[in-house]
């Protein structure tokens, strides 16, 4: 039930969100997106999966840097924030929209040289988060990693209550995980775990690396 409800919420919200995030100022969702993608580094050739992908932001930038031998899969639950990604990406043929659970990745094992999921990770329930976690690090080739980009806490009093407010409507527990220690999810999947941030500092990128060889270190 919950769930049908979120589906239908942001099927409802996809018909606003570019507009909603152009509010916030073009130029910096501009330079997060330029970070992200630096960070990631696609080579030509290479398959990324963009989970969470909602309207498709990042979809056209990694096409172009994967080139017409790579691939670029966007991932999400919502068929509404899917139609508006078509909309942008049906030009790019390396470009594929997968309507999917994040918990459950549709993928082969080992296909993917990068997972990307740009401010939606913390949006995920606990349970959730962590079975998207596991399935990310399957999907991954080896010595590859995924790349999750959120905000870090703001400065301004203002936007940082906003922020707050944001972490608390996830439920207590996971606000309070957030701000303690945001790796640990990831530090109990992955084999490396690395936190960066932006030039900017207001935004971030934690980095969970899968090794050779090693698909389920917390034997899970």
Do not use: W
Not at 63 to 80: A, L, T, W
Not at 90 to 112: G, I
Request: hydrophobic share 35%.
């Amino acid at each position: 039930m919950i769930r049908k409800y979120r589906v239908k919420y942001y099927n409802a919200f996809s018909h606003v969100y570019d507009r909603f995030i152009a509010l916030h100022s073009k130029d910096l969702q501009q330079a997060a997106r330029n970070f992200l993608i630096s960070t990631v580094n696609p080579s030509p050739g290479d398959t990324i999966v963009d989970i969470c992908t909602g309207t498709g932001a990042l979809l056209p930038h990694y096409s172009e840097r994967v080139g017409e031998q790579g691939r670029v899969i966007g991932v999400d639950f919502s068929p509404g924030m899917l139609k508006v990604a078509r909309r942008k990406t049906r030009h790019l043929k390396n470009v594929f929209l997968v309507l999917a659970d994040v918990a459950a990745l549709p993928f082969r094992s080992e296909t993917a040289d990068a997972v990307s999921c740009s401010h939606a990770f913390y949006e995920l329930k606990m349970d959730t988060a962590d079975c998207c976690l596991r399935e990310v690090k399957r999907c991954l080739k080896k010595n590859r990693a995924f790349f999750m980009m959120e905000h870090e806490v703001p400065q301004n009093r203002f936007i940082r209550g906003l922020y707050y407010l944001r972490l608390l409507s996830m439920g207590s527990d996971r606000m309070k995980e957030i701000l303690r220690n945001e790796t640990r999810r990831f530090e109990a999947i992955f084999d490396s775990v690395e936190k960066v941030v932006s030039p900017s500092g207001k935004s971030k990128i934690i980095i969970g690396r899968k090794k050779e060889g090693d698909l389920n270190r917390e034997g899970k």
